[in-house]
């Protein structure tokens, strides 16, 4: 059997597509990759993965500004059909050019393979829902989708939200499956669509058991509570504004490490001035997870800037519950979910500026508990993995009238 996969991303920021590839090589699956290149600081990390999955024939499409003029204009006809979709109904394949300017790259790319034969068309991110659509019927294959984030409630573009909303609610229920990576998500989308559409199923966003085996234990110097944050970068609205200024207080008792790419402008305002923070370069996905063992609690810190930030179970929280971290979490209803069923691993909290302090108090009073029970935390989560939760997809894949 044979599986294309489509990503409007690369693979370095598109780690959920990366396990999913990597399911599908390691289960006896040859696999097609159609995604993207970025000249950033993504780029080292993408040709490393690159060779990670050397059995997948991997179509990498420049995302770049060069050459300049098929890009200007790609941008200007994205920004028509956006302005467009207020004014009058369009068909599906100018709605997804609307959402990304990229799905018209994906399709121009899917027509090249047009002599391959292909079981499952499976997409993952906008940008790549109405190829994964136009692939399926190209070869004549079931088409999948994996709804990782909700992305008709990301960023602050109407035009794009819109169109996004339109074009999901419009193709999800004609997919052979699609997976959710929260189940808040998945309820949005029934209420979306108005009916749940052929086997949507939650496949939460769980790692490789192997990732969290024999973690450094680390040690506190001078007793302090080391807080971790990481993400692809480090940036404003990402709840750190909130959190930052507090620690300020509890500088020789609270050490935080912020591990990504981190942002001039940022830097200058809220790090450089602060030496009880500490910066680490972004790291490979199982470098990132070892580090972890040397930290007490993870922050999972949305600052509920959009409606997707309220309704998703991002990267990092589920890092820092397999790694056995204590987990402090925005109140999200999301991360409220999450810790109702995991209350041993962690603590919701608002965001306002008073309540984080609060927060801050109870850790300290708290930390020797906390440092005591991770391997408690560590073993309790060992019982979620993505090579159990990945079993979902590996079912639907086999059965091919699904």
């Known amino acids: 059997m044979k599986i294309l996969f489509i990503s409007s991303l690369n693979l370095a920021t598109n ?6 590839i990597k399911l599908a090589l390691a289960n ?7 995604c993207f290149e970025f000249n950033n600081w993504s780029n080292a990390f993408n040709q490393q993965i690159k060779k990670d999955i050397g059995h997948a024939n991997i179509y990498s499409i420049p995302a770049g500004r060069k050459p300049f003029l098929p890009w200007a204009v ?13 004014l009058f109904p369009m068909p599906l394949s100018l709605q997804s050019k609307g959402v990304s300017r990229r799905s018209g790259l994906l399709v121009k790319q899917i027509k090249k393979l047009k002599q391959q034969q292909y ?7 906008p940008g790549a829902l109405y190829p994964v659509y136009f692939g399926a019927k190209n070869f004549n294959a079931q088409a999948a989708f994996d709804v990782e984030d909700y992305h008709p409630g990301e960023g602050n573009n109407p035009g794009e939200q819109r169109l996004t909303k339109l074009l999901m609610n419009e193709l999800l229920p004609k997919l052979d499956y699609v997976s959710f990576a929260s189940p808040l998500m998945k309820k949005k989308h029934i209420e979306d669509c108005g009916k749940e559409g052929k086997n949507w199923t939650v496949v939460l966003n769980f790692f490789a058991a192997d990732d969290f085996k024999k973690l450094p234990t680390g040690t506190n110097n001078n007793d302090l509570l080391k807080l971790v944050w990481f993400s692809q970068n480090i940036n404003y609205k990402r709840g750190l504004e909130q ?27 809220y790090v450089a001035p602060r030496p009880h923070i500490k910066i680490i370069p972004p790291q490979e996905q199982k470098a990132l997870h070892h580090l972890m063992g040397n930290f007490d609690i993870g922050l999972a810190i949305e600052p509920g800037k959009d409606k997707n930030n309220f309704i998703a179970l991002a990267n990092k929280l589920i890092t820092y519950f397999q790694s056995g971290l204590y987990i402090l979490a925005s109140d999200t209803p999301a991360h409220i979910d999450f810790l109702n069923t995991f209350p ?5 909290v608002n965001l306002e500026k008073e309540n984080v302090p609060s927060a801050l108090n109870k850790l300290l009073l708290s930390a020797k508990e906390i440092q005591e029970n991770k391997n408690t935390r560590m073993a309790a989560s060992a019982a979620y993995s993505w090579e159990k939760e990945s079993e979902k997809l590996l079912q639907l894949w086999k059965n091919t009238s699904a």
Not at 15 to 20: A, H, I, L, N
Not at 28 to 34: C, E, K, L, N, Q
């Open 119 to 125: 079981n499952w068309v499976i997409g993952h991110n």
């Open 243 to 269: 959190v930052i200024p507090a620690l300020d207080a509890y500088k020789d008792k609270i050490e935080l490490t912020l591990i990504g790419n981190m942002k001039e402008e940022f830097y200058k305002e």
């Open 28 to 34: 006896g699956f040859s696999a097609d990759v159609i």
């Open 74 to 86: 790609s941008v200007f006809w994205e920004k028509c059909y956006r302005l467009a979709g207020f």
């Open 15 to 20: 780690p959920r597509f990366v396990k999913e």
């Open 344 to 348: 041993q691993h962690g603590m919701a």
